[in-house]
């Protein structure tokens, strides 16, 4: 089984799943279509929020793929190729949500005076920097080549808007707790904590860079 897949759409999908046998050195890559035989979806998770991301369950039984759902023979040679983008793109996440919360951050402190304006500037130079760092890590392709430098990133992601998100609470007080003008708020706060567990989650890529550092 599956525990946890997303963007299962009803109409249709197709998941990207590893599987191995005793004898095999390493897991091979294969895309698993909706309609294999053998396949069950199952009813999408109660989750606190994101209920709009078809997010649920797969169970796989005595399911038989040909060699045309074969995407890799060795996710060792094929992960390594994809992750730069794939992570790049998790990355952009948590900068656009970051950014949305400086927005509102800005948009509140216009116009007077507060202590904030000084941590402000200091998360929008942290945002600038990370994107800087970023873009230009995967378009030079250092990150492919320094992998441990794309997963330190990753980390920061969730750190940086994290960080925006609570200056938007300080910065919106009392009203971020009313329904009717803190519902943007509270979406962002859900979005910010899920974050941290979007495979891969931050308790694993501590553990892999933990791992890397002991080598």
């Avoid at 656009?96 to 304006?117: D, F, N, P």
């Amino acid at each position: 089984s599956v525990p946890w897949v997303t963007n299962l759409q009803r109409q249709g999908f197709v998941a990207l799943i590893a599987a191995s046998d005793p004898q095999a050195a390493c897991p091979a890559i294969f895309a698993v279509p909706h309609r294999a035989p053998g396949l069950v979806r199952e009813p999408d998770l109660d989750l606190a929020a994101l209920r709009g991301t078809s997010t649920g369950s797969l169970t796989l039984t005595d399911l038989m793929l040909d060699d045309d759902w074969l995407l890799h023979g060795d996710g060792r040679v094929f992960l390594p190729q994809v992750r730069p983008m794939f992570i790049g793109l998790q990355c952009g996440l948590g900068l656009g949500l970051a950014r949305a919360s400086l927005r509102v951050v800005r948009q509140s402190l216009e116009g007077r005076s507060s202590i904030l304006h000084e941590e402000l500037a200091s998360v929008e130079t942290a945002v600038d920097a990370y994107w800087k760092a970023l873009s230009t890590g995967i378009d030079s392709c250092t990150v492919r080549e320094r992998p441990r430098d794309l997963l330190v990133l990753r980390m920061r992601m969730v750190e940086i808007a994290a960080n925006a998100v609570q200056l938007e609470l300080q910065a919106l007080g009392g009203s971020a707790l009313l329904h009717a003008g803190g519902a943007s708020f509270w979406r962002r706060m859900q979005e910010a904590a899920f974050l941290g567990v979007v495979t891969p989650t931050l308790v694993q890529l501590k553990t892999e860079l933990a791992a890397d550092t002991a080598k």
